[in-house]
């Protein structure tokens, strides 16, 4: 025959093993509870075994009968005793063991069928023994007369089946109060299977180890970093793309954010304390875009929070599953586009301008007036040689003069001048050119967006060398920076400017403080010398001096 299938589905063998276990339990329970109850039973018989043969032995006309050896005097005054009692047989017996009483008439005369020595010799016997009547409870005592001769035995015995009515009286109520106890135990149980049921949406047992396998598989194998936190902000689970993200500890499962993140908008993101979709963070030279998404009851998958900051010490609002995605690459190309589109603007006003220029030479020419021509084609030629001559000459470094000398063409063109100081001076290669050129250009690109949104203005860039330590500034004549805004500049999300469509805004001077910082340098912020915000920048270890180059 074949048997039944065990059931696949998590409440079902919850239900079904947890209402064999309590069957079980309470099964050995009660019997746990009657053995005792059997055996207080037996010695509660044989006490009173006992005490019925004690009392009959006071009596001297039983003494006496034994003594006389008058089996008609102890027959009739042991069965009066043994109807006024209950027991089921009062045997007096001779100082040789035979019997004078007995239950049975056709018995008297004859040897007692269990030892009679130990009552004979002045013992009192308690015990449960198997005699001509069947299992018993025993009591005997010796027989004295009044000089305290032992004249013979008085037994006492009560039946096995009197034991056993009073077990069974007592069994009802301990099988009724074990049902009670089955059935609070079986409808707990069902209760909690079907909570279960609820809690694992009907799943099969053999459906949750392979989702546990694939949920290793899918979260280690997909390229966007995610982070399960529990209410009170711990990591439980961090992928390895999160691990490479964040710059987490291999062990940081259990860890608060707090703990393995610096303070700043990241941690808040992550932690709840800022809600939004798509929120743009920096982790070092990476830019990171966070979504989170609560776990706590009362907030369906599709379900978002409205935006806002919370407080530090507005608790835990249940647990919460993080994505990041890596915009650092993103990030970069948006801003070459950028650059791009720029220079491409630039080039079409050129274009413009050029054109312009052939038709007042051309018209210059077409008048004779050939000489004004050359004087204008000099002129004209010579003006963007000279910028970018004086630029190469000042820079050596060819990255850093490339991005001067691109950086003035185009703010040229937004109605900005933008120049290198008089003073500036870099007779060296930097380093670390790409970090550098993040860094002077989007302080650059900062001072250019404030004043061309004002309508115009100048920015001037100071660039020194103190051994291999590189000191730059970057100052403008805009309205400059109020004194109380000037650390939360460097905040990422923070922007005085509206966002383009394409990417958010506040998160360039956030790259650049983690850069300048990351190489041991500080950047800072005060009022220049043109009347508005100068950024000077120290960077230590940043130039191969003549001294390291020959090392």
């Known amino acids: 025959m074949k048997l039944p299938h065990w059931p696949r589905r998590v409440f079902a063998q919850l239900l079904l093993s947890q209402t064999v276990v309590t069957v079980g339990v309470t099964a050995v329970t009660a019997g746990l509870f009657l053995a005792p109850v059997s055996s207080e039973l037996d010695h509660d018989a044989m006490q009173r075994a006992l005490s019925i043969a004690q009392a009959t032995a006071t009596d001297e006309a039983i003494a006496r009968a034994a003594d006389a050896r008058d089996s008609a005097t102890a027959q009739r005054n042991a069965e009066q005793i043994r109807l006024a009692t209950g027991a089921s047989f009062v045997v007096v017996t001779d100082l040789d063991g035979i019997r004078l009483s007995h239950t049975d008439p056709e018995r008297i005369g004859h040897r007692v069928s269990t030892d009679p020595e130990p009552a004979l010799s002045g013992l009192s016997v308690t015990a449960i023994q198997q005699g001509t009547l069947g299992r018993t409870a025993r009591g005997k005592v010796p027989l004295r007369v009044a000089d305290g001769r032992i004249v013979g035995e008085v037994s006492v015995g009560i039946s ?13 109520g301990i099988l009724l109060c074990a049902g009670a106890g089955l059935a609070a135990g079986t409808v707990a149980t069902l209760a909690l299977a079907r909570r279960l049921k609820r809690r694992t949406h009907n799943i099969a047992l053999a459906d949750i180890s392979a989702l546990l396998v694939e949920r290793e598989a899918m979260l280690h194998g997909i390229r966007e970093g995610m982070v399960a936190l529990d209410e009170r902000g711990r990591i439980r689970l961090a992928n390895d793309e999160a691990v490479r993200l964040l710059g987490l500890p291999e062990d940081c499962t ?51 929070r409205p935006p806002g900051r919370r407080e530090p010490g507005d608790g835990p609002v249940g647990g919460a599953v993080v994505t ?38 051309l018209g210059l020419l077409e008048l004779g007036r050939h000489e004004q021509a050359v004087a204008f084609i000099s002129e004209q030629s010579g003006s963007h040689a000279v910028v970018a001559a004086r630029i190469a000459e000042q820079v050596q470094d060819p990255h850093v003069a490339a991005l001067l000398a691109g950086k003035t063409a185009v703010a040229g063109e937004r109605g900005v001048r933008l120049v290198l100081a008089r003073a500036a001076h870099l007779p060296d290669a930097v380093v670390d050119a790409r970090a550098l050129v993040t860094v002077l250009g989007n302080l650059i690109d900062n001072a250019v967006d404030a004043l061309a949104a004002g309508g115009g203005g100048r920015v001037e860039v100071t660039l020194a060398a103190a051994g291999s330590t590189l000191l730059l500034q970057v100052a403008d004549s805009g309205p400059g920076v109020p004194e109380e805004l000037r650390e939360q500049v460097f905040e990422e999300g923070w922007t005085s400017k509206d966002a383009p469509a394409h990417r958010p805004r506040g998160l360039g001077l956030a790259m650049v403080r983690r850069l300048v910082e990351r190489t041991g340098g500080r950047i800072v912020l005060d009022a220049g010398p043109l009347g508005g915000a100068r950024f000077t920048v120290e960077l230590p270890e940043a130039l191969l001096t003549t001294q390291l180059v020959e090392a």
């Open 160 to 172: 096995d089946d009197s034991i056993r009515r009073r077990l069974l009286k007592m069994l009802t």
């Open 254 to 304: 259990g860890l608060p954010i707090d703990a393995v993140l610096p303070p700043g908008r990241l941690a808040d993101v992550l932690t709840g304390r800022i809600t939004g979709a798509d929120l743009p963070a920096v982790r070092d030279d990476r830019v990171l875009v966070v979504n989170r998404m609560s776990t706590a009851p009362g907030l369906t998958s599709g379900s978002r």
């Open 324 to 361: 990041l995605r890596d915009r650092t690459e993103l990030e970069s190309l948006v801003r070459e586009l950028d650059t791009t589109r720029s220079l491409t603007e630039a080039l079409r006003a050129q274009d413009h301008e050029h054109a312009n220029r052939m038709h007042t030479l």
